[in-house]
């Protein structure tokens, strides 16, 4: 039996982004939290209609690498969708609140960010096409799972035709023009592993490369991640941010980023399974079979009870 929106009493707001806001809830009927984002459609009612149809795949899709679905609904000029709540929240929020991300733990990331998706490109033959620090969660359990995976075509599109997305993670070749492919998805992946391992988003002037993360909390949000955004109170631009235009052009025409800065080292197998991500030409980048055969991923002495701990450790304290 799927969830509907009478059933939910709001909690608390857990963000926004591109298109959405999610917010934490109470299932009365089933009386267990859960998470419901709602996205801003603007489409007339039959392309609204088909979109909620698109979106039963959601139904089929089960895996311990992915966020749980529960159902989907309009609600007045939205159409909002119910999901497993993942109570240490995503990754973007983790690193900024308490600072880089252990490699070892990145490489967890890495690992199930590449069974998710595994998972929806062999089972259901869907590309995710938004892989991001935001679009990655963990809970207490020690679970990593994506979510935001472009299941619904009419979605895309509806999303697309109101807001410029953050292009930001964007491969090079489909900054040109190129059909996603499951590669593009491997870039993204790379980006958001320097992210989280450097604490800061890797394409920004290199004058401050070597920074190093400051948890001051009086420090915005666009001051610690100097990246185009255009959410609301955290203005695009900033002493430190690329426009977008110079983004896409440098990542089309710079070398790749990578893993490391002047200050910090990495283990070689990290810095050699990302740079196998982020191989600019399609072609030579690696797939995900490949990148979970790598030695980084194969050789990791992270247990689950290890992971446990340090997601209850970033975790938000409840309150
Ligand atoms: P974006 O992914 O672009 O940041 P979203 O609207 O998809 O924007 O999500 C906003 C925020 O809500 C995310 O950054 C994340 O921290 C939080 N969030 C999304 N889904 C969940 C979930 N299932 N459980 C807990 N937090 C979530
Ligand atoms: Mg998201």
Known sequence: DLVKDEDLDIMQDLGAGNGGTVTKVWNKKRKCIMARKLILVDAKPSVRKQILRELQIMNDCSSPYIVGYYGCFPVDVHVGIVME??????????????????????????????????????????????????????????DI????????????????????GTSTYMSPERIQGAPYTIKSD???????LIELAHGRFPFSDSADEALDFDP?????????????SNKPGNPRGGARAMSILDLLQHIVNEPAPKLGTSRRDFPSEAVEFVRGCLDKDPSIRQSPQELLKSKWIVDSQVTKDQLKAWTRQVAPSDD
């Open 186 to 192: 491997v870039w993204s992946l790379g980006i958001s």
């Open 85 to 142: 709540y993942m109570d240490a929240t995503s990754l973007d929020h983790i690193y900024r609140n308490t600072g880089p991300v252990p490699i070892d733990m990145v490489g967890k990331v890495a690992e199930a960010v590449l069974r998710g998706l595994m998972y929806l490109y062999d089972v259901h033959r869907i590309i995710h096409r938004d892989i991001k620090p935001s679009n990655i969660l963990a809970n207490t359990a020690g």
């Open 216 to 228: 001051d909390p009086t420090l915005s949000a666009s001051t610690q991640r100097p990246t185009l």
């Open 145 to 164: 799972k994506i979510c935001d995976f472009g299941v619904s075509g009419e979605l895309i599109n509806s999303i697309a035709n109101t807001f410029v």
